[in-house]
């Protein structure tokens, strides 16, 4: 199964509401995949617990990532994508409520791609959303997916 989607990580229902109506609103038509705590999220990626037997071949187009997560925070989860080959390159953006300077730092230091303070106006956060499906699923240009042989 290879389709292209966006990984959605989020633990407070309210704010995943608002991310996926401003995800929607902003026209995004990649498939949302949701999860919860920062391990489930990992588990997913790897295709480890729960998700055993998903193809890690099979990443996500983009990373939404909050960090204050349960179980492994943000910070956490960015170290283990940025430490594994097959997921290393996977854009990840921190979305979170975070404007604390050593976040902001922690989260470019451990390879986050891009940070956005989640905005507190819905509009705002609709445009927001509009510039992240502009950039990351339109123009940009993922690295090529290596192949399994390679591993």
Same mark, same amino acid.
């Given at each position: 199964?290879?389709?292209?989607? $966006?990984?959605?990580?989020?633990?407070?229902?309210?704010?995943? =509401?608002?991310?996926?109506?401003?995800?929607?609103?902003?026209?995004? #038509?990649?498939? !949302?995949?949701?999860? &919860?705590?920062?391990?489930? #999220?990992?588990?997913? $990626?790897?295709?480890?617990?729960?998700?055993?037997?998903r193809s890690v071949e099979d990443t996500p187009q983009l990373?939404?990532?909050? =960090?204050?997560?349960?179980?492994?925070?943000? $910070?956490?989860?960015?170290? &283990?994508? &940025?430490?594994d080959d097959r997921t290393c390159h996977l854009p990840v953006?921190?979305?979170? @409520?975070?404007?604390?300077? @050593?976040?902001?730092?922690?989260?470019?230091?451990?390879?986050?791609? @891009?940070? !956005?303070?989640?905005?507190?106006?819905?509009?705002?956060?609709?445009?927001?959303?509009?510039?992240?499906?502009?950039?990351?699923?339109?123009?940009?240009?993922?690295?090529?997916?290596?192949?399994? @042989?390679? &591993?």
């Open positions: 199964m290879d389709h292209t989607y $966006i990984l959605l990580v989020e633990d407070n229902p309210d704010d995943e =509401l608002l991310t996926l109506r401003a995800l929607h609103a902003g026209q995004v #038509a990649n498939e !949302i995949i949701v999860t &919860r705590d920062g391990a489930e #999220a990992v588990d997913f $990626i790897f295709g480890n617990g729960n998700f055993a037997g990373i939404l990532l909050d =960090l204050k997560l349960p179980k492994l925070d943000g $910070i956490e989860v960015l170290q &283990r994508i &940025r430490a953006v921190i979305l979170t @409520s975070s404007d604390e300077d @050593s976040d902001i730092l922690k989260s470019y230091q451990c390879g986050a791609n @891009s940070y !956005i303070r989640k905005p507190v106006d819905f509009v705002q956060f609709i445009e927001a959303v509009k510039q992240l499906k502009l950039y990351w699923l339109v123009l940009n240009v993922p690295p090529p997916k290596s192949k399994p @042989s390679q &591993r």
